[in-house]
């Protein structure tokens, strides 16, 4: 089993920054792909970014020159640097690992864009 904590969400005014982290713990596993994801209110959760196991990334088109993620896997860890965040950014961010064959989700972090 692998369980995913988020940290680093929070209130920030528009045009500022985050760093988003997600620490994954359990016993022995390989990482593969890893993600996030976000979701508003009413709306589907919607992919933001990814990181392969090789290190190549993808992004969704609405954060592309704004957001970037990178990964340790040596501590098991993922980020999301946020730059020039807009209030459209307001969402519950969630990291998803891909360990083993299997897809593990984080509880969320909360990020709200706002004057």
């Known amino acids: 089993q692998v369980h995913l904590v988020e940290s680093g969400g929070g209130l920030v005014q528009p045009g500022g920054s985050l760093r988003l982290s997600c620490a994954a713990s359990?016993?022995?596993?390989?990482?593969?792909?890893i993600y996030w994801f976000r979701q508003t209110p009413g709306k589907q959760r919607e992919f933001v970014a990814s990181?392969?196991?090789?290190?190549?990334?993808n992004y969704a088109d609405s954060v592309k020159g704004r957001f970037t993620v990178s990964r340790d896997d040596a501590k098991k860890m993922v980020y999301l640097e946020m730059n020039s965040l807009k209030p459209e950014d307001t969402a519950v961010y969630y990291c998803?690992?891909?360990?083993?064959?299997?897809?593990?989700w984080g509880q969320g972090t909360q990020v709200t864009v706002s004057s």
């Open positions: 998803r690992f891909l360990v083993d064959g299997n897809f593990y």
């Open positions: 990181v392969a196991w090789l290190g190549g990334t």
């Open positions: 359990g016993s022995a596993f390989s990482i593969n792909d």
